[in-house]
Nanobody, 122 residues
Framework: QVQLVESGGGLVQSGGSLRLSCAASGRLFRINSMGWYRQAPGKERELVASITSSERTQSADSVKGRFTISRDNAKNTVYLQMDSLKPEDTAVYYC????????????????WGQGTQVTVSS
């Protein structure tokens, strides 16, 4: 079993910054892609940014130039640095990861964190 635990959410004023962290733990062999999604009230969950094991990144147009995704493979952790936050960034942010698990053979599973609330006040 693999767990993803997010931290770093909170309340911040418009224009402020937050840094989210997501640490994976458990019986994992290797983590492939990791990403951050968000879901605002009444809206569908959307991809914010993702990063591959070779650290290629992609991000949503709405956060380009403001959010930066990174990872520390030694710590099995992915980060989301969020700068110049806007009220429309308010949402629950979820960590997601494709994880290789050894079960007599390598199998890939997709896992979600429990979510962390980010609230940006105007």
């Amino acid at each position: 079993q693999v767990q993803l635990v997010e931290s770093g959410g909170g309340l911040v004023q418009s224009g402020g910054s937050l840094r989210l962290s997501c640490a994976a733990s458990g019986r994992l062999f290797r983590i492939n892609s990791m990403g951050w999604y968000r879901q605002a009230p009444g809206k569908e969950r959307e991809l914010v940014a993702s990063i591959t094991s070779s650290e290629r990144t992609q991000s949503a147009d709405s956060v380009k130039g403001r959010f930066t995704i990174s990872r520390d493979n030694a710590k099995n952790t992915v980060y989301l640095q969020m700068d110049s936050l806007k009220p429309e960034d308010t949402a629950v942010y979820y960590c997601n990861a494709d994880v290789l698990v050894w079960e007599a053979t390598l199998r890939q599973y997709n896992y979600w964190g429990q979510g962390t609330q980010v609230t940006v006040s105007s």
